[in-house]
């Protein structure tokens, strides 16, 4: 209905149709700001390709044309065949701070990604001043102001900053643990949790999209169910979901799945397993386990689902093979801790048994040749990228728990480390089910400038067009329109993204076109930073942003936000601020504000 009447108002002002009333007259034909031209349009709904022209104005889809409708426009896309649908959503990004370094946001525009969305246990605010006085101490490559305090200010910097694709944020459940509880293994007093859900609520009214949790990190390892319950719950008041790094991805994985789905049930909005995984042989029989949890959840009516990356290794800190309690309290009292003999044999003790209640990554990996570092902090110890824990064994002379403690303690920081943890059986098995989405897991980043100071995951490179090159094209998983649906509809649908996600009349012209024979992956573990390659033009807002494969270097990107939004952004951290478009020219490596990931 609501096309037919866009289509109706386009008919009366002469752009589409003969006039609306008098004797039939030929009008000339439309002319539109772009007009997207023999492509296969897929609408982001799941349904086949139909032969239509796409024409916009301004920043939204003003009509699907019948294929060779005659028309102008000023920038014609000739898509010969290939391809078209609505931008891709990364819902699982890590561009929080590779995006204040390089707006523009290179490795995933490449691959078609127009919304990035953060948030995944920590988000860029709220801050307090300590918290903001520790994330500038961590910096270390890349060096930024911090001027914002809430998240919806946050957001906005970015967008005043200039930035290609448009963003998103879950409030992370961590940082508002760490606003108001510090990192300590502490519980809430009842008046301490009433104010962690004032500032959910806060970040609702501008714009997050709902809570995210990182449970297998400490202090978010100490948050029990009912705390993650009320501050989900505050999030739903305003239609808000919750996602989770689950608190066990291994021995403990269809539990803390449980645990998710109880907390997706208690809040009756949609909830959402973040990097879906059985890490560790020993558990790969359970994905298929919690796959079937997932679909009887969903029968009875929880809003339950997951997304994954299409990879076989997971990337976060080398501190993921220590047991939590040494990291109460945060980074520099770990470090003290681990300076002390008697601690240092304790924690070494624990590293080398069996983990209780607790899961250590480079056990799970099952091999040290498994563990590979993929960045530092110190520029000594830089060399070391690449390089995977066997080898700085053998090349120190060290025990492995000695090695890894050394490196934590030398570097101050978590050591960036990828873990190899589970099978390709797995992984086709997540990504078979129509509830998946896709997230990387990862910044977006450019093999240049500061950049190459560290290495990376190769999904930050490569999760979108491994999925639709390997996974969908060779291996066949799903057809083309189911898989651009897992890419842009279904995440849009989850999260209440207005007009988003869709290519149809009304919605937001943020559009990809790209060569399904031909979109590949290139980077790989020992060469992660390689752009992948088979998408030809990207749409941001009806800006250009990709023209035959080329960065355009426009930064159209805006601030999307969640069913919460009243307009507000909170606090005075953006007060006076004007924009930098310099700064987001400004091409870096990210020291993290605070996050984990795996």
């Known amino acids: 209905m609501r096309q037919f009447?866009?289509?109706?108002?386009?008919?009366?002002?002469?752009?589409?149709?003969?006039?609306?009333?008098?004797?039939?007259?030929?009008?000339?034909?439309?002319?539109?700001?772009?007009?997207?031209?023999?492509?296969?349009?897929?609408?982001?709904?799941?349904?086949?390709?139909?032969?239509?022209?796409?024409?916009?104005?301004?920043?939204?889809?003003?009509?699907?044309?019948?294929?060779?409708?005659?028309?102008?426009?000023?920038?014609?896309?000739?898509?010969?065949?290939?391809?078209?649908?609505?931008?891709?959503?990364?819902?699982?990004?890590?561009?929080?701070?590779?995006?204040?370094?390089?707006?523009?946001?290179?490795?995933?525009?490449?691959?078609?990604?127009?919304?990035?969305?953060?948030?995944?246990?920590?988000?860029?605010?709220?801050?307090?001043?300590?918290?903001?006085?520790?994330?500038?101490?961590?910096?270390?490559?890349?060096?930024?102001?911090?001027?914002?305090?809430?998240?919806?200010?946050?957001?906005?910097?970015?967008?005043?900053?200039?930035?290609?694709?448009?963003?998103?944020?879950?409030?992370?459940?961590?940082?508002?643990?760490?606003?108001?509880?510090?990192?300590?293994?502490?519980?809430?007093?009842?008046?301490?949790?009433?104010?962690?859900q004032d500032l959910v609520r806060a970040a609702m009214r501008e714009g997050a999209l709902g809570v995210g949790a990182s449970l297998i990190y400490p202090p978010a390892f100490f948050a029990k169910t009912d705390e993650l319950v009320a501050l989900a719950q505050a999030a739903a008041e305003s239609g808000g979901g919750y996602v989770a790094h689950m608190r066990s991805e291994a021995d403990q994985f269809l539990p803390a799945l449980e645990e998710t789905i109880t907390i997706a049930r208690a809040t009756g909005q949609h909830a959402e397993a973040y990097h879906l995984k059985a890490a560790g042989a020993r558990n790969w029989p359970k994905m298929a386990k919690a796959v079937a949890r997932i679909d009887q959840a969903r029968s009875e009516g929880v809003d339950i689902a997951a997304n994954m990356y299409a990879y076989t290794a997971g990337a976060t800190g080398l501190t993921a093979a220590l047991p939590p309690w040494v990291q109460a309290g945060g980074h520099d009292v770990m470090i003290k801790r681990l300076k002390d003999p008697a601690i240092r044999q304790r924690v070494i003790a624990e590293m080398k048994g069996p983990a209780k209640g607790w899961e250590n990554l480079r056990e799970l990996a099952g091999d040290d040749a498994k563990v590979l570092f993929i960045g530092f902090r110190s520029e000594a110890l830089k060399p070391l990228t690449g390089k995977t824990l066997a080898d700085v064994i053998a090349q120190r002379g060290t025990s492995p728990e000695d090695t890894m403690l050394d490196l934590i303690i030398e570097d101050d920081s978590r050591v960036d480390t990828a873990y190899f943890l589970m099978s390709e059986e797995n992984v086709e098995l997540g990504l078979k089910q129509a509830w998946t989405s896709l997230g990387s897991d990862a910044e977006s980043s450019a093999p240049e400038g500061v950049f190459l100071k560290t290495s990376t995951h190769p999904r930050a490179y490569g999760n979108v067009a491994r999925f639709l090159g390997h996974y969908v094209r060779d291996r066949n998983l799903m057809s083309l329109a189911e898989a651009i649906h897992r890419l842009s509809g279904l995440p849009a649908k989850n999260w209440k993204l207005k007009d988003r996600g869709c290519l149809a009349v009304g919605c937001f012209a943020d559009i990809v076109v790209f060569d399904p024979q031909t979109i590949t992956d290139h980077a790989t573990y020992p060469e992660p930073m390689k752009y992948s390659s088979g998408v030809s033009d990207v749409f941001v807002n009806g800006v250009q942003v990709l023209r035959n494969g080329e960065h355009t270097n426009a930064r159209p990107g805006r601030v999307v936000r969640g069913p919460g939004w009243t307009g507000e952004t909170s606090g005075s951290g953006l007060a006076g601020l004007e924009p930098n478009r310099k700064l987001g020219k400004c091409v870096g490596r990210t020291a993290r504000l605070r996050f984990e990931r795996v």
């Open 5 to 196: 009447r866009i289509a109706s108002v386009l008919a009366c002002l002469g752009l589409i149709l003969p006039a609306c009333s008098g004797a039939p007259t030929r009008s000339p034909p439309a002319h539109y700001d772009l007009l997207i031209r023999n492509g296969a349009v897929y609408d982001g709904s799941g349904a086949a390709a139909q032969s239509v022209d796409v024409a916009v104005n301004g920043d939204r889809v003003v009509a699907l044309l019948p294929a060779g409708t005659p028309a102008s426009a000023t920038t014609v896309i000739d898509a010969g065949g290939h391809a078209v649908a609505p931008g891709f959503i990364n819902v699982l990004s890590w561009a929080t701070e590779s995006l204040i370094a390089d707006g523009r946001g290179m490795s995933d525009t490449m691959q078609g990604v127009t919304l990035e969305i953060f948030g995944e246990g920590w988000s860029g605010g709220p801050l307090t001043e300590a918290m903001r006085a520790q994330a500038l101490k961590q910096q270390s490559d890349f060096h930024f102001p911090i001027p914002w305090t809430s998240l919806g200010e946050y957001l906005e910097h970015l967008q005043q900053l200039g930035i290609t694709p448009n963003i998103a944020s879950f409030v992370g459940a961590t940082t508002v643990r760490i606003h108001e509880l510090g990192e300590d293994d502490v519980a809430p007093t009842p008046e301490q949790l009433s104010r962690m």
